[in-house]
Structure formats: structure tokens, C-alpha cells
């Protein structure tokens, strides 16, 4: 079973960046899309960005897009989310994930049912 540990969260004022990491125990992470959620006090956790396995083609939820950037190292497996221009509104708890499909890409939309492997949670904190 894959295991999966970020790291990078903290706390930060508004218009501040962090990078987060995600990285994972074994070397199939590379045949893998990953993603990463969050998911702030009461509500739901809700995607954020995903990248593709290979050739890095992305997907941003639309409040996070020219702000964040996911991206991913497969040599050392690991994948990051580089987030810029902080609002309060991103403060969460954020999760990599793994989907349960190999080699699998949806270009416009993804669910959680999708993941079945998830790291521990980051928190993320923005001040006003």
C-alpha cells in the first residue's frame, strides 16, 4: 500500500506563497495521476488541482487557476503545490491523493470517489 506524507503547510498572511509536498513511498507513484484537496472547518473537502502521470498536463478548480501550480518530480516521487497570491478563503486542511486507476486522466473533472489513497492533511492557515 502507497503511502503518502505532505508537508509545507503553516501559517501566512494574505498575499503570501507556501509549497506544499506530497511524497510518496513507492516508485509506481510515477504510472499514477495525482491530486490534491482540501478541506476547510465544516465544510466538504473539495478538489484543488491535478496533474497527469507523465507528460504533466494539469487541471486547476477554477478559484485556484493562475494562483496555484501542481506539479511533480517523479524521480523523486513526489508532487508539489505551489500556491501564490493567498486569500483566507485557502486556509484548510490540504490533502495529496492517488487515484485508484493506473495511468488513468480525466482532462475536466475529478471526484474523490476517483482516490483511494490519501497522505494525512496539511494545514494551511491565511491571515487577513
Known amino acids: 500500500q502507497v503511502q503518502l506524507v505532505e508537508s509545507g503547510g503553516g501559517l501566512v498572511q494574505a498575499g503570501d506563497s507556501l509549497r506544499l509536498s506530497c511524497a510518496a513511498s513507492?516508485?509506481?507513484?510515477?504510472?499514477?495521476?495525482m491530486g490534491w484537496f482540501r478541506q476547510a472547518p465544516g465544510k466538504m473537502r473539495e478538489f484543488v488541482a491535478a496533474i497527469s502521470w507523465s507528460v504533466g498536463t494539469t487541471f486547476y478548480r477554477d478559484s485556484v487557476k493562475g494562483r496555484f501550480t501542481i506539479s511533480r518530480d517523479n524521480a523523486k516521487n513526489t508532487v508539489y503545490l505551489q500556491m501564490n497570491s493567498l486569500k483566507t478563503e485557502d486556509t484548510a486542511v490540504y490533502y495529496c491523493a492517488m487515484p485508484r486507476l493506473a495511468k488513468d486522466w480525466r482532462p475536466t473533472r475529478w471526484n474523490l470517489g476517483d482516490f483511494n489513497t490519501w497522505g494525512q492533511g496539511t494545514q494551511v492557515t491565511v491571515s487577513s
Open positions: 513507492e516508485r509506481t507513484f510515477a504510472a499514477y495521476a
